[in-house]
């Protein structure tokens, strides 16, 4: 079953803070974020794992709440580089990485 | 390295046709996997490869057949395109270890059915 993210998109101005988050119906063990630049392949950011370890990479850090079945994604003093649909993908098996619809993320100057 | 290489970049087909998407990677990684990508509805996964010799179905595996043909190549097949299947693909991989969950994209190849 597909995760849900929240909001569907985002438009900010160079230097704002953006909050994505990502839910689901299952319980998580991780949650992996991805971004994928328009034209381009997605990259991965960042996996989370149970525990709410948070995790950072670049001004982005991620937090994961079991519990709630929930993951978010925070983007600090954003850059006109951050602009993309950023995606969150729960395993439900092994090796199944199921995506969530995507956050389209646009940062204007 | 390459990395993850994906052939054709773009093909049109007609309805009824077939063809085969072709993938590799040169990083010696153990799983590949297949996903199509539409507008909204985000990544969904066609079919897997955990290993070489084993391939399972995705979330979306009607309509496509895979062959893991060795450690390297990954194949999709549509044996009879139908417009629904218009989208971008994307193969994948990801490798053993501390990092084995860290999937790694090939450029895409963007289809369309008419």
């Known amino acids: 079953q597909q995760p849900v993210q929240s909001p569907q998109a985002v438009i900010l101005r160079e230097g704002e803070d953006a909050v994505i988050n990502c839910s689901s119906s299952k319980a998580l063990y991780s949650v992996h974020w991805y971004r994928q630049k328009h034209g381009e392949a997605p990259v991965f950011l960042m996996i989370l794992l149970k525990g709410g370890e948070q995790k950072g990479h670049e001004k982005i850090s991620a937090s994961f709440n079991e519990k709630k079945q929930q993951s978010s994604l925070y983007l600090t003093a954003s850059q006109l580089s951050y602009s993309g649909t950023y995606f969150c993908?729960?395993?439900?098996?092994?090796?199944?990485?199921?995506f969530g619809q995507g956050t389209r993320l646009t940062i204007n100057p | 390295n390459a990395g993850v290489t994906q052939t054709p970049k773009f093909q049109v087909l007609k309805t009824g046709q077939s063809m085969t998407l072709q993938c590799a990677q040169d990083m010696n990684h153990n799983s590949m996997y297949w996903y199509r990508q539409d507008p909204g509805m985000g990544l969904r996964l066609i079919y897997y490869?955990?290993?070489?010799?084993?391939?399972d179905k995705g979330e979306v595996p009607n309509g496509y057949n895979v062959s893991r043909l060795n450690k390297r190549e990954f194949s999709l097949r549509l044996e009879s395109a139908a417009p629904s299947q218009t989208s971008v693909y994307f193969c994948?991989?990801?490798?053993?270890?501390?990092?084995?969950?860290?999937?790694?994209f090939g450029p895409g190849t963007r289809l369309t059915v008419t």
């Open positions: 490869s955990a290993s070489e010799g084993t391939t």
């Open positions: 994948a991989s990801s490798g053993l270890g501390a990092r084995s969950y860290e999937q790694y």
């Open positions: 993908g729960t395993l439900q098996g092994a090796q199944k990485l199921v």
